[in-house]
């Protein structure tokens, strides 16, 4: 096996090379005049398992295209098997038609890189796990939220409350609670399809004095933490932090959910960003051995 740390997972890549102890190939990469990328695999992958660790966070279509060309690359020259571990996978919440007239994004780009010849995938926390059963490949997603609970969990924070801001990440708080050893719950979020705007409607949880982390697989603009935040600070919890994978932290995101009393945002390097403070290496690197012993 050898690693192909792709340009938006360098750092990842070589900490899940190291943990290994296999080789790294590394992978040069510009962008010409136009626009356009060029990759060039700066060492052999001929009769090795090659793994392209590539996230696809914010600019989405030049990281996937760039994963698109490490992956032809590879399989031009010679790989056995093409694996790649793409921590945030684009374009995974456009799962279905919502409005007439869309496209069901993740289905197009599922084939787009089968085309580019991927055998297998390796996601982290992939917004609904069905999509990944209609990939043209065997594709498979993680849970990093036992590592974020842990790191809740070695600074004290045994026992605190593990609230999903909506009903689709209740399995998320229950994964974090099982760890931390406190409650969990969930809020009912509406997000209105046209305008993006999020609301959340209140319940009644026993927080008050309550230390809790609200746990969510994406922060994008930070509207979901902000409104779950409300919610808990008219409920009187005594301090409240925000734990995610995905900090894609767009524009004033973070901002925004400090200025929500929010004490802390805690993410993972599954993108990389001022709150990705837990490493997602040795979940990948336990996967990769999983897979390589079949
Ligand atoms: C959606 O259901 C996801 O789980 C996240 O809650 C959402 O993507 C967060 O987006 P934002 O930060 O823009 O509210």
Do not use: W
């Not at 999020?198 to 609200?214: D, H, L, M, R, W």
């Amino acid at each position: 096996m050898k690693i192909l740390p792709g340009p938006a997972s360098k750092e990842l890549g070589e900490k899940v090379a190291q943990l290994l102890g296999v080789q790294i190939v590394p992978v040069f990469f510009k962008s010409f005049p136009d626009g356009e990328s060029y990759v060039r695999l700066d060492g052999e992958v001929k009769g090795e398992e090659a793994v392209i660790i590539q996230t696809t966070s914010p600019p989405q279509d030049t990281r996937l295209i760039q994963l698109a060309l490490i992956a032809d690359a590879a399989k031009r020259n010679d790989a056995t098997r093409i694996v790649a571990v793409v921590p945030y996978l684009a374009y995974a919440r456009q799962d279905k038609v919502f409005l007439k007239g869309e496209a069901i994004s993740i289905e197009a780009i599922a084939k787009m890189l089968k085309a580019t010849g991927i055998d297998n995938l390796i996601t982290v926390n992939v917004h609904q796990k069905n999509v990944l059963e209609k990939f043209p490949f065997q594709a498979k997603s993680i849970s990093a939220i036992p590592l974020l609970a842990e790191h809740f969990k070695h600074r004290g924070f045994k026992e605190a409350f593990a609230l999903a801001p909506d009903k689709g990440a209740i399995g998320i708080a229950e994964e974090a609670s099982k760890v931390l050893g406190g409650d969990f719950g969930y809020l009912e979020k509406q997000r209105d399809r046209y305008t993006g705007c999020v609301s959340v409607e209140k319940k009644e949880f026993a927080v008050k004095g309550k230390t809790v982390i609200i746990f969510d697989d994406i922060i994008s603009t930070g509207g979901t933490i902000v409104a779950a935040a409300n919610v808990l600070n008219e409920l009187g919890a005594a301090k409240v932090y925000a734990a995610c994978v995905h900090p894609l932290l767009v524009g004033e995101a973070e901002k925004r959910i400090r200025q929500a009393g929010v004490e802390e945002i805690v993410g993972t390097d599954s993108v990389p960003s001022s709150v990705s403070k837990v490493s997602l290496s040795p979940l990948i690197a336990q996967a990769l051995r999983e897979l390589q012993s079949g």
